[in-house]
Structures are given as C-alpha cells and as structure tokens.
C-alpha cells in the first residue's frame, strides 16, 4: 500500500483506500480531530485503540473514551466518534479520533494509523469522496471550501447559503424546467401522431423565463467572486493630496508615514480592511508625476501596474486647489467605470462632489459607503439576488447555458426544424450540470478538489 508524508500528503492513491487526515488546524490547540474514512476505518482503528468494544459495533454518531496505542504503547487517551456508511460526510465508514492538540499528538496519531493501514488523503479527498457518493454536489462542496476560507462575515454567509444547497436547488430547478421543454421536443420528433405538433409560443415562453433567471445569475457573478476573493482598491493621485492620510483614516491606523513633502511615498503600501462585507486589499501608491529620481520613479511604475488589475480605483483630488488638468491621463490606465473621484481636505476648500477629510475624518463613512456601492451595488441590487455564483468556472457555464438558450429561441422564431433546438437545449443542460457537477469533466473536478485543504 502507498504511503505518504501526514503533512504534505503529497501523493496518488486509490479511491478505495481508507483514509486519514488531520480535519482541524495545525498548533497548539485544546484537541485535534483525525479523521479516517474507507471501508477499513473501523478494523484499523481497532488495531490502533484500546477500547470495551470493536468500532462496527458501535452505534452511529456515538461518542467513546479510548486510549490510543502505537507500537503497543499507549500514546495518548483519545474520543472516538463513530458514523456508519452511508450516514457520514464522506458516505463511507468513517471514524473522528479526538486527540490532544498541538503537531506531536496529532502527529502519532496519524503515525498510528499510517502503520494500521491508512494511507494520507490527498487535498480536498474527503469532499471528493462525498461528491462522487452523493453526499454534496459541486457547488455545495465549493460552498464548504468558500465558508472556510471566507474572509468577511459577508462572504461567510454567502458561502453558508451555498454549501446548504441554495444554488444548488436553484439551478437543478432551472434545469428541470429546461428538461420538460426538451421532452416535450423529443416526444414531438418521435411520436409525432401520438403528441401533435408542439406548442411553440409555450415553449418560447419557457425558454425566456428561464434565461431571465440565468441572467440574473449572470449578473450575480462578479458581486459574488469579489465577496468570496475580495477586492484590491488602489489610491491614486498627485504627490501631496492626501492618499496616505486618507489610507490612514479609512484603516483607522496610522500604517502610512504622512508628510507634506510630495513623493514622500515611493512604494506601493498594501493593507487589507472590511468595508461593507467585502475583504479590501487597500493599496496606497506614490503620486503619479513625471520624476527624475529613479527610486521614485520604481514607485510610479508600481503604482501604474497596481492600477491597471485594480477592481476600484480612489481617484484623490485636492478638495483645496482648483481644478487643473492632470499631467497624466488615468483612463489610459483603467475604465471610467472602475474609479471614483475623492476631494480630499474638503476642510481646506470647497470643489468636488464626494468630499472628504482624512484630516478630522469628515466623509469617510460616506466614502466608505460609496465604495461598497461600487463594489457590490445598491442594497436593492443585492437582495434583487439571493443565489451567487462565486467562481469563475460558474460565471462561465452560466454563459455558455445562456447563449444556448438565445440560440434555442432564435431557431423557434425561425421556424428551423425542432429538432436543432433540442441541440441547443442539450448545450444548455450540460453547461447547467457543469455547475452542480452532473457534466462537470473529470479534469475540472480534480483540479477545484485539489485547492481544498487536507483533511476536507
């Protein structure tokens, strides 16, 4: 049997092994909790536990004392917790051993079992193993990797509602409607005298409603991915208007050295903040403008590349002096739609629509405001949409579903043979599956899988 490092877990194997992995985090800690799962979890826990009883005798979602023995020596006094195929989250028989925190109990543990007949898990393969069971679908796996990793309380929910299934049953849904619209297509082309012609304004109709919904979705995406990775907000500006005192204010932390003396930041400075649910990478910049100094000028050129992958860029003015043509042009750099002009030291002058003071903090809750706006839209856009799409590969197949059904409905205007709309439709429902996993290609699944932690 192939065996692997417990840390790393760097390796291929079977997926009719039993498993094992640490489920909760590295350190110091009260407990760990080493999971096995496979159809050997129970007998190899019972070569390694001293115990009344054998593991498959106990009752599911029971809790038992047992000491834990490698080599013969007991190693540490441990809870056992026992669930039965197929009422477990892998499907499988599945054991949780609750040891003392901390690297060296985790660590014998694992050792223990690896010796047992274990081999390590492999990223992800606890979910893995759930998915191709039929435990969770794809979506609600990512939902479970999303929920662990989500960076604001925000995006915690949002992966809460995914991981419960809401997108889930939302698309299986919308895929059930689009499969009604198929039958009735596929029964017209092979019982033509039994069914009659068939009902194009019905299925029109159908079609329509259900890329409303999928154009919801759609649209969703991007508020979703930037809740699930965040989003960089760069400031921008002259020398000397204020972009790192503002960084401060908005940091509520003086992490930015502020000075009246212009390029007296010469490098791009990175801190990350929640603002209205989403996880902000703030990056404060040196001034744009023309400069001899060639360690100011690196910090120019940074400032540049931090613009051009910026989701939103605070455009800082001096709320102060008169407005004055920039001696550079920002819409070179990045779209209309991705800056927001801020007057700063609007305690100083008077021009400029939002105006702020990183001075004495005027406006920065507005401002604050302004960028979750720009971020994730109004509160009526967000909860127009209750379901997100919070990975790329989503946004893509809900694209691709749509454009099938656009085809679909063209050929229905059309009055082209039904039978090529029930192409389109196939095209439809596979990118559909792609979402829940029901067409997703084995490639795909390995690599989003991958990305999980060990031990999930």
């Known amino acids: 049997m192939a065996t692997s490092n417990w840390y790393t877990g760097k390796m291929v194997g079977s997926a009719t092994d039993t498993i094992c992995a640490v489920a909760s985090g590295q350190g110091p800690a009260g407990i760990a909790v080493v999971r096995i799962s496979g159809s050997q979890a129970f007998d190899i826990c019972d070569r390694v536990l001293r115990h009344s009883r054998i593991c498959k005798s106990y009752k599911g979602f029971s809790l038992h004392r047992a000491e834990l023995t490698e080599g013969g020596e007991v190693v540490d006094d441990v809870l056992v917790s026992v669930f039965h195929a197929p009422r477990s989250f892998t499907g499988e028989d599945t054991v949780e051993i609750s040891c003392h925190g901390g690297y060296i109990p985790a660590a014998k543990t694992i050792s223990a079992l690896l010796s047992a007949g274990c081999r390590t898990a492999e990223p992800g393969e606890f979910s893995r193993r759930a998915f191709f069971n ?142 209205g649910g989403v996880a902000v990478r703030l990056w404060d910049t040196a001034g744009l403008r023309s400069t001899a100094d060639p360690v100011e000028a690196i910090g120019v050129e940074r400032s540049r590349l931090a613009i051009e992958s910026a989701d939103l860029v605070l455009f800082v003015r001096d709320a102060s002096a008169l407005p004055i043509d920039e001696d550079y042009e920002l819409n070179d750099l990045v779209s209309q739609d991705r800056i927001l002009e801020v007057w700063n030291k609007c305690d100083l002058g008077e021009y400029g629509k939002l105006r702020v003071s990183a001075a004495n903090g005027t406006g920065i809750a507005e401002l604050e405001h302004a960028i979750k706006v720009r971020l994730l839209g109004t509160e009526s856009d967000q909860r ?66 991958s990305k999980f932690c060990i031990g999930k």
Do not use: W
């Open 384 to 449: 127009e949409q209750s379901v997100y799409l919070a990975h790329v590969y989503q946004k893509t197949a809900t694209r691709s579903a749509i454009t099938a059904l656009k085809n679909a409905k063209e050929t229905l205007n059309l009055n082209l043979p039904i039978d090529l709309v029930s192409v389109d439709l196939q095209l439809g429902l596979t990118a559909l599956g792609e979402i829940t996993g029901q067409t997703t290609p084995e490639d795909v699944i390995s690599e989003i899988f």
């Open 134 to 275: 039929g435990k969770l679908d794809l979506s609600e796996a990512e939902g479970i990797s999303d929920l662990i990793n989500a960076p604001t309380d925000k995006a915690y929910r949002s992966a809460r509602g995914q991981s419960s299934g809401h997108l889930s049953r939302h698309i299986r849904g919308l895929r059930d409607r689009l499969l009604s619209v198929l039958a009735r297509i596929e029964a017209t082309i092979d019982f033509p005298e039994d069914v009659g012609e068939i009902d194009i304004s019905a299925c029109f109709t159908e079609l329509s409603e259900v890329q409303v919904e999928l154009d919801k979705l759609h649209r969703s995406s991007d508020r979703g991915i930037l809740l699930r990775q965040g989003a960089q907000v760069v400031l921008v500006g002259k020398p000397n208007v204020g972009k790192s005192s503002l960084m401060n204010a908005l940091l509520h932390n003086d992490r930015a050295i502020v000075s009246d003396i212009p390029g007296t930041t010469r490098d791009t400075i990175e801190e990350m903040i929640d603002i």
